[in-house]
């Protein structure tokens, strides 16, 4: 079994990203600018965020963080976000989610210039992307293709079964598996809430992709001996083995099926790093306007 080091494989892609950074401003560019816009105080969005700036600052990219109070009226969100789609010297911004209730969360991503939507959750970048066209690609399935890409797993012709439908990660990766290039061209299902025999399509995988917010949902019977395993589930457990008292936990019950697969990612240090430094990636994409030129 061979350990999938997303945590090892995002390191070593910021160290790529800052030379890149570094050569472009020696060359008298500008270096990329990410701007992030957060509204409210929820506590994740905040971590989210913070960490986005921390890894700009990592890689030499300059960020600015718009922190707006909870009851920032949804035209108000509506005027910053085409104040940053005018602002030559933003390459890319994001719109933290969730926004509070009152605020349209399609009607903002809507507004973002597909240009600058380095999320790639604009209607404009996800029907690209479905069509095999350059486009901003969200940042969990984005970094889920590159770890199979730099641990050079196989793809072609593979059985890809996705536990989970989200807009954000299970629809776009079932998407990006079944395109006609690398990493692609398997033959994929995508299952949810409503799947029959979902445990016997599992066992079917010769690659599992788990993103269901189910905390070791996935067993040991549910996998196919030699599977790769790709768990994208992040949970925050109680536990008497650390001193926060907590730990993270995913989809899959590592412990027991990790011996059983070929390649699987856990839980922390798997997928989690790579969604921040996909999204530094694709900052990188826009400043050097490689998807809309
Ligand atoms: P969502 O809640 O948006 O989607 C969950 C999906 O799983 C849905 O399609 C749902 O089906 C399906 N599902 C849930 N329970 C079952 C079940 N018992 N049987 C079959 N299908 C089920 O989740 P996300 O995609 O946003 O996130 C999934 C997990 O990944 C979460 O733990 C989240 O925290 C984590 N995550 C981690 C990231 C990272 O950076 N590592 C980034 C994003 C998410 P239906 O559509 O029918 O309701």
């Given at each position: 079994m061979i350990l999938i080091n997303g945590k090892e494989t995002a390191a070593n892609i910021k160290m790529e990203i800052a030379?890149?950074?570094?050569?472009?401003?020696?060359?008298?560019?500008?270096?990329?600018?990410?701007?992030?816009?957060?509204v409210g105080d929820d506590p994740a969005s905040q971590?989210?965020?913070?960490?986005?700036?921390?890894?700009?600052?990592?890689?030499?990219?300059?960020s600015s963080i718009y922190r707006l109070p909870e009851e920032t009226t949804e035209k108000e969100v509506l005027d910053i976000v085409d104040y940053l789609n005018n602002d030559d010297e933003i390459?890319?911004?994001?719109?933290?989610?969730?926004?509070?209730?009152?605020?349209?969360?399609?009607?903002?991503?809507?507004?973002?210039k597909p240009e600058k939507d380095v999320d790639g959750f604009h209607p404009v970048n996800v029907g690209r992307m479905v069509l095999g066209l350059p486009s901003y690609i969200s940042a969990t399935p984005f970094g889920i293709i590159e770890l199979?890409?730099?641990y050079k797993i196989e793809t072609e012709g593979k059985?890809?079964?996705?536990?989970?439908?989200?807009?954000?990660?299970?629809?776009?990766?079932?998407?990006?598996?079944?395109?006609?290039?690398?990493?692609?061209?398997?033959?994929?299902?995508?299952?949810?809430?409503?799947?029959?025999?979902?445990?016997q399509i599992a066992r079917s995988a010769d690659i599992l992709?788990?993103?269901?917010?189910?905390?070791?949902?996935?067993?040991?019977?549910?996998?196919?001996?030699?599977?790769?395993?790709?768990?994208?589930?992040?949970?925050?457990v109680p536990s008497d083995q650390t001193n926060s008292g907590f730990k993270l936990i995913g989809d899959v019950d590592f412990d027991r099926v990790a011996s059983k697969t070929s390649y699987i990612t856990p839980v922390p240090r798997g997928v989690?790093?790579?969604?921040?430094?996909?999204?530094?990636?694709?900052?990188?994409k826009a400043a050097k306007k490689e998807i809309y030129s």
């Amino acid at each position: 079994m061979i350990l999938i080091n997303g945590k090892e494989t995002a390191a070593n892609i910021k160290m790529e990203i800052a030379t890149e950074v570094a050569a472009m401003i020696d060359n008298g560019k500008k270096g990329p600018h990410l701007a992030a816009v957060l509204v409210g105080d929820d506590p994740a969005s905040q971590t989210y965020v913070n960490g986005k700036e921390k890894a700009c600052r990592e890689v030499g990219m300059t960020s600015s963080i718009y922190r707006l109070p909870e009851e920032t009226t949804e035209k108000e969100v509506l005027d910053i976000v085409d104040y940053l789609n005018n602002d030559d010297e933003i390459d890319g911004f994001i719109v933290q989610l969730p926004l509070p209730k009152h605020i349209d969360e399609n009607k903002v991503i809507m507004r973002i210039k597909p240009e600058k939507d380095v999320d790639g959750f604009h209607p404009v970048n996800v029907g690209r992307m479905v069509l095999g066209l350059p486009s901003y690609i969200s940042a969990t399935p984005f970094g889920i293709i590159e770890l199979i890409k730099r641990y050079k797993i196989e793809t072609e012709g593979k059985r890809v079964v996705v536990l989970g439908r989200s807009n954000i990660v299970g629809s776009p990766i079932a998407i990006l598996l079944s395109r006609k290039t690398y990493p692609g061209n398997a033959t994929v299902t995508l299952c949810h809430s409503r799947t029959k025999k979902l445990k016997q399509i599992a066992r079917s995988a010769d690659i599992l992709i788990v993103a269901m917010g189910q905390p070791h949902f996935v067993t040991e019977d549910m996998v196919k001996k030699d599977a790769v395993v790709i768990d994208v589930g992040i949970h925050r457990v109680p536990s008497d083995q650390t001193n926060s008292g907590f730990k993270l936990i995913g989809d899959v019950d590592f412990d027991r099926v990790a011996s059983k697969t070929s390649y699987i990612t856990p839980v922390p240090r798997g997928v989690g790093p790579m969604t921040i430094v996909s999204l530094i990636m694709n900052t990188l994409k826009a400043a050097k306007k490689e998807i809309y030129s």
